[in-house]
Structure formats: C-alpha cells, structure tokens
C-alpha cells in the first residue's frame, strides 16, 4: 500500500502521518508539501528515517512535480494541501484559490491520469457557511461558504466530486470542524491564545467572543481519516466533528485558568469581516455507517495541548524565525520508498 499524503508536513498532515506510521509500519507513506510558512518538517523529526517514509518537496499545483510523484504507483491520495488560515484568505485570496482550487485540481488530473484507486479529499464544515443558534450541519446541507478560504475549499470539493461524476474516479471528501493538538501553528485560535498567555501578551478576541466553533481533537480526526480510507462508501461525503460546540471566549478563559494567568490579558478586537456565527456539525453518518469512534474528551484534551505547549515553547521560537526556514530547506529529501 503507497499513500501520497499531500501538505504532510503540516499540523493535521503531519500528525496523520505519524498516527499511520505507528500503527501501518508497513504502508508506504510519501510526503508531498510545498513547506510553505505553516509547514514544519521538525513536525516528523522522529520518524524522517523511517524506511517506509520519504518526503518530496513541492508544489500541489506544480503538474511537473506532481506528474513525477504520480510515476511512484500510488494507491491512495490524501489531499490535505491548503492554505487554511480564514484571516490570510482575507487579506490575501489569491493564494488560497491557487492552492486549493488549482492545486487540487492538478492532483485529480494526476489521479485521473495514473488510475488511482482512491483520492481523499480533506476539507472543512466551513463550506456550508454559518448556523444560527440551532440546528447542525449534515452532509447534504447546501455549501455556503463565506470567507475567501471557504469558498476555496468548497469549489475544491466540487471539483473532486465532478472527477467522480465524469471520470469515475474512487474518491471520498471529508469535511472537519476546528482541530486542536500539538504541532498547529500559531496563528490558530488555540495555539495563539496559549503561547501568547505563555508569554503575557494580549489574547485578542474578535468581536464579542460568542462566535461557536466544534473543537476535535487532531487525533479524533486522523482516526476518522483512517476510517474513511478502510471503509468509505466510493463518492461519499463525510462530516467529522467532536459534538463539542463552545464560544471563543470559554475556550480562551479555559487556557487562562490552565496557565494560570489573569483574564486582564484578553483584549477585544474589532471582528472578523464576514465571521461565521456558529459551526455544529452531525457526524452521525461516519459514527453509523462506518463505526467511527472518537476517543478525546476536550478537558483532557486541552489540557495535554496547553502542556505541549508549555513544554515545547523552543520549538515556537525555531518556527518563527529566519532560521527555521533554512532548516526546511535542507531537511529536503530522504529517497527509500
Ligand atoms: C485567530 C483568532 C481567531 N479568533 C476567533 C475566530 C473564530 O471564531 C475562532 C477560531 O478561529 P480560527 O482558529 O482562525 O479558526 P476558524 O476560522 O474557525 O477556522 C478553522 O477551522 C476550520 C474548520 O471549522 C478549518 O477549516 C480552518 O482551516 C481553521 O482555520 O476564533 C479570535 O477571536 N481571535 C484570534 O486571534
């Protein structure tokens, strides 16, 4: 078995590939990412010499690089390659209709060209826009994305669900409330909150703090990955989500009282343009119909992020200086598989 993992050195990307390796020793796992800013090889560190792994840097919307990849045999294709910071979306579209609209659309081509047996597709709740304080969102709930960064995802989807429609092509998409856990970059609501209280600097909370997000745990989601890839139905759609709805301002106040720092620290900013009020997400079809099984409880789960955080606060400093980017850069290749 030969899995291209794309946009593996990063937070969920990364922690899949460790979670698969640990448990398939045996499966073959190639790891396509650009390295772009939110990328960290440092993130697979402990398994960079594992026989069964080899990471290959490069661009999901480069088709001569990905044309390449594609010649190794691949069986399954799990695409988490995006930009998928909502807040860069905002400032700055472009890159995220590249990415994740063009650099899905190269990979499918590939997919299509080469037979592979199955393409995963990772997306996110974020499609179908915002809820009101009812209601969940199912897998048949009409896309409505919002932010530059949704609605890049949700053209993405559509585009794999057309290779399947067209082309016959074995795919799945999965779509993820908010993950949290260690190794995500710090511009994300939770680890930002942590390592800025670490450091005691303002927390900033946008608008009123009331906004909802689901948090999973990052492993609760590897695991229903793994699910879908060993048992989803050829075309299906399947939401992930941990039923575990809360506001940004408990999250935030749940890391103060952790860390043991003040509340004075929180600052109110002004909102996020076009910020979506709420995310519930019903995961009942992969819980049913594929027995998937989440195992995280969030308090302790936060609790051993905000630890890892605490324990790990060099790695923080090495991933946002100049210097980190040069131990990417020469961290490239290691060629077994
Ligand atoms: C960074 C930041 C965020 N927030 C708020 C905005 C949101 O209501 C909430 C979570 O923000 P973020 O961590 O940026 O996540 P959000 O916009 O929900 O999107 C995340 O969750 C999505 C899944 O729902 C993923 O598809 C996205 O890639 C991921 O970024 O916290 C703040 O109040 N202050 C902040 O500084």
């Known amino acids: 078995?030969?899995?291209?993992?794309?946009?593996?050195?990063?937070?969920?990307?990364?922690?899949?590939?460790?979670?698969?390796?640990?448990?398939?020793?045996?499966?073959?796992?190639i790891n396509l990412d650009a390295l772009t800013y939110a990328g960290n090889l440092e993130n697979l560190k402990h398994i960079q010499d594992h026989p069964k792994y080899l990471f290959i840097k490069g661009d999901?919307?480069?088709?001569?690089?990905?044309?390449?990849?594609?010649?190794?045999?691949?069986?399954?294709?799990i695409n988490f390659a995006?930009?998928?910071?909502?807040?860069?979306?905002?400032?700055?579209?472009?890159?995220?209709?590249?990415t994740n609209v063009m650099g899905t659309h190269v990979l499918l081509e590939a997919a299509r060209k080469?037979?592979?047996?199955?393409?995963?597709?990772?997306s996110t709740d974020e499609v179908y826009g915002t809820l009101g304080d009812t209601g969940l969102f199912t897998e048949t709930t009409p896309l409505a994305p919002n932010s530059p960064y949704s609605a890049s995802k949700a053209g993405s989807d559509l585009l794999v669900r057309s290779y399947h429609e067209t082309y016959g092509l074995n795919i799945n998409i999965t779509r993820c409330s908010n993950n949290y856990g260690p190794y995500q970059f710090p511009e994300k609501l939770i680890p930002l909150m942590i390592t800025n209280a670490l450091q005691n600097k303002e927390l900033p909370v946008y608008g009123d703090g009331l906004n909802v997000r689901d948090w999973i745990h990052v492993k609760d989601h590897c695991s229903a990955i793994e699910t879908v890839m060993l048992k989803g139905k050829n075309g299906e759609i399947y939401n992930i989500g941990g039923r575990n709805e809360r506001t940004n301002i408990e999250i935030?106040?749940?890391?103060?009282?952790?860390?043991?720092?003040?509340?004075?620290?929180?600052t109110y900013v002004e909102d996020r343009p076009g910020h979506d009020k709420r995310y519930g997400i019903d995961a009942s079809k992969i819980i049913?119909?594929?027995g998937w099984i989440p195992e995280y409880n969030f308090f302790t789960g936060i609790k051993a992020t905000i630890n890892w955080y605490k324990n790990n606060m060099d790695w923080l400093q090495r991933i946002q200086t100049a210097a980190y980017q040069d131990y990417n850069n020469q961290t490239c290749v290691s060629s077994k598989v």
């Open 252 to 266: 935030v106040k749940t890391i103060l009282i952790e860390l043991g720092k003040p509340e004075s620290l929180i």
């Open 114 to 122: 080469y037979r592979v047996g199955k393409f995963i597709h990772i």
């Open 82 to 98: 995006a930009e998928s910071h909502v807040d860069k979306s905002i400032s700055d579209p472009g890159v995220f209709i590249r």
């Open 60 to 77: 999901i919307a480069d088709p001569r690089i990905v044309d390449d990849v594609f010649q190794r045999s691949i069986d399954i294709v």
């Open 1 to 29: 078995m030969r899995i291209l993992v794309t946009g593996g050195a990063g937070f969920i990307g990364s922690n899949f590939i460790t979670y698969m390796i640990n448990k398939y020793p045996d499966y073959e796992i």
């Open 288 to 290: 049913d119909q594929l």
